[in-house]
Structure formats: C-alpha cells, structure tokens
C-alpha cells in the first residue's frame, strides 16, 4: 500500500547517516538554466547537504525561477552563488570529487568514494572548467548504456550523491558487523578488511585477511543484509 514518503523515513530515519559522518557539499560550475540551478538546490536537500554553491555570477533576473524549481528546498538548506573559483576556501579540507568524463576518469561505481566529500558537476554544454577539475582529488564518470551519452546535470548529481550514500551504509553496516564480530569471538582489533568462509557448522570460522588488491576488488559496499544476518547470527551463537 501507497504511504507518503515523510511516514516512511519517519520510520527508517535515513537522516541518521549523518551521525558518522559529515555532511556533504556540493557545487556546480557555471550553471546556464534556472530549472538546473533549481534542480541542484532540491536535490542538495534530499541527500541532506550542508550547502550548494554555484560557482558564477548569480542570475538576478531570473532567481524566482531558480526558487520556483526549487520548490521549498529553497529554504531547507545554504544555497548560493560565488566567483570565487577556488575550491579550498569553500570545502575546507573535505576531498573534492568532480563527476565528470576526462581521460583520468574513474568509473564511479569501481572507486572508493570519501566519506568527508564535496561533489563538483559541470556546466551543461562545457563540463567543468579546467582550472576547476585540477582542483579536485579524484575524477568519477557514471558509465550511460543508452544511445544519448549524456546526462542532465543534476540527474548525474543524484548518481554519484545516492551512491555515495550506498557505499557510506555499505561501509557502516561492515564496521557494525566487524564490531561484533570481535566483541562475539574475542579476537581484538585487528584489521577490517576480511572475509568469512561459509562453513559455520563447528562455529570456529576462518578469517582471510585480504590483500590491498583484493580490498579493492572486494568493495566494502558490496556486503548484503544477509551477510550482517550471518554476523549476528554468529555473534549470538558465541556468545550464548
């Protein structure tokens, strides 16, 4: 059955990610269209943004259509427009991911993405300048099947914010599941990458500690809710 979507994360609180870790910031160069401008600002909200900063002159004339896409995240969240185009004085010392196609792109979903993280997209004909992109630490490309390669700016944000999101609860359940797992067994610190062979018969499972290639080929946010099943149901096992 149909229910609302404020009942729903009443419920489920998504909100709670940020408890751990800090909240993002995102930025957009050079924007043309207010329905865009509009766009970005509404879906910084939704991820739960601490501001939206559109690098360039702000479009006096045409704010109210800025606001009207925009909806009520207009008043939700720290939006604005700066030509100051140096990227340390606005995030800080957060790591600077630009969404973008270069010759050193990364494909986002076989990267790492960092958990303290400022997202930049490009302007919708030139992309992202380049005096901006040599800013950035890390360069990502969302890989589009269809015959238009394209994606609309803030479509291309929603991608890389949301799996930003999947990777930082991918990597909160691990950390959940690996906690107790040692408290369950004993065993100590330790490192936290490893993997659980799936023989829990004599409920004395091997640990494979992975190496740094297969850390990277094993992805953290690749674990399942079955998984953290198996961990608790483990957990409770050696305790009792």
């Known amino acids: 059955m149909y229910i609302k979507s404020n009942d729903l994360f009443k419920e489920t609180h998504p909100e709670r ?8 910031i995102v930025i957009a160069d050079h924007l043309l269209t207010p329905d865009n401008m509009g766009s970005m600002i509404r879906l910084a909200d939704n991820i739960g943004a601490s501001e939206m900063c559109f690098l360039g002159i702000a479009p ?5 259509k800025v606001k009207k896409a925009a909806a009520s995240s207009k008043d939700n969240i720290k939006w604005y427009y700066t030509e ?35 997202f930049v997209v490009g302007n919708e004909s030139r992309g992202i300048r380049e005096e901006i992109l040599e800013q950035c630490d890390k360069i990502v490309y969302i890989p589009v099947p269809g015959p238009t ?6 479509h291309a944000a929603a991608v890389a914010l949301f799996e930003w999101q999947r990777q930082m609860l991918g990597a909160g359940l691990f950390r ?9 067994a004993g065993i100590g610190s330790g490192i936290g990458s490893f993997l659980f062979t799936k023989n829990f018969k004599d409920m004395k499972p091997k640990i494979i500690y992975a190496s740094d290639e297969e850390k990277q080929s094993m992805r953290i946010h690749d674990l399942t809710f079955d998984f953290a099943k198996r961990i608790v149901s483990l957990y409770r096992d050696l305790r009792y």
């Open 84 to 118: 100051d185009d140096d990227l340390r004085k606005i995030v800080g010392e957060k790591k600077i991911v630009a969404i973008e196609t270069s010759d050193d792109a990364e494909c986002i979903y076989d990267c790492e993405l960092p958990a303290d993280v400022a």
């Open 176 to 184: 959940a599941g690996a906690g107790l797992f040692r408290a369950g």
């Open 17 to 24: 990610i940020y408890d751990n870790i800090p909240k993002p």
């Open 60 to 64: 006096t004339h045409s704010l109210s």
């Open 149 to 154: 390669r394209s994606l609309n700016v803030s």
